[in-house]
């Protein structure tokens, strides 16, 4: 059964700090990787990944594809309050005519001033 | 650009009530899908659109009815509302699938 799963489910750190969020997956046929932050509203997108090895970086946050071990991290550097959130990590499958995004439950991540 | 525009953003129905969420997108994205999402069982996909006059199942698509008959509009219609459909519902448009996916504001829905 295709599969996504996001470690640790929630996480409370102090300003300044670096979290390293965790993403694994099982599915069919992976076409893409992608990272969302939600806060109390709708997720907005951060990266979409689809090689291994080539991080992806924006600002404070960065992430990482290992398609041979089937994961992704999202590291966040310098923890601000603002990074306070729930980050959702989703797979595309491609998997015949049942193509769609896999959704991880997320991590909860508090910023403590 | 509006991008993923979904209304209401609120709304309380009697069990047995039917309505139709709306959700419009203005960038001419392909691929449009419908997700609930509850507190420990993340985004579950309803129903998705591949185009104008697609669409299929997602992984929760009962009670639930969609139409693509423009590719801006994608409905929802809940055909009998029931208390377990009480959720928060996004809209979600993509270029193609496994692309960014834009979000619409979100519904929340209790039926009561």
């Known amino acids: 059964e295709d599969k996504v799963v996001q470690s640790p489910l929630s996480l409370v750190v102090h300003e300044g700090d670096t979290v390293t969020l965790n993403c694994s997956y099982e599915?069919?046929?992976?076409?893409?990787l992608l990272w969302y932050k939600q806060e109390k509203k709708a997720p907005t997108f951060l990266f979409m990944l689809t090689s291994s090895g080539i991080e992806k970086k924006s600002g404070r946050l960065s992430s990482i594809l290992d398609k041979k071990e089937l994961f992704s991290i999202l590291n966040i550097t310098a923890t601000q309050t603002g990074d306070s959130a729930v980050y959702l990590c989703?797979?595309?499958?491609?998997?015949?005519?049942?193509?769609?995004?896999?959704w991880g439950l997320g991590t909860s991540l508090a910023v403590n001033p | 650009n509006a991008g993923v525009t979904q209304t209401p953003k609120f709304q309380v129905l009697k069990t047995g009530q039917s309505m139709t969420l709306q959700c419009a997108q203005d960038m001419n994205h392909e691929y449009m899908s419908w997700y609930r999402q509850d507190p420990g069982m993340g985004l579950r996909l309803i129903h998705y659109?591949?185009?104008?006059?697609?669409?299929d199942q997602g992984e929760v698509p009962n009670g639930y009815n969609v139409s693509r008959s423009t590719t801006e509009d994608f409905p929802l219609r809940l055909l009998s509302a029931a208390p377990s459909q009480t959720s928060v519902y996004f809209c979600?448009?993509?270029?193609?699938?496994?692309?960014?996916?834009?979000f619409g504001q979100g519904t929340r829905l209790t039926v009561v």
């Open positions: 979600a448009s993509s270029y193609l699938l496994g692309t960014e996916a834009f």
């Open positions: 989703a797979v595309g499958d491609n998997a015949g005519n049942n193509r769609k995004l896999i």
């Open positions: 659109s591949v185009g104008a006059g697609i669409t």
């Open positions: 599915v069919t046929n992976f076409r893409s």
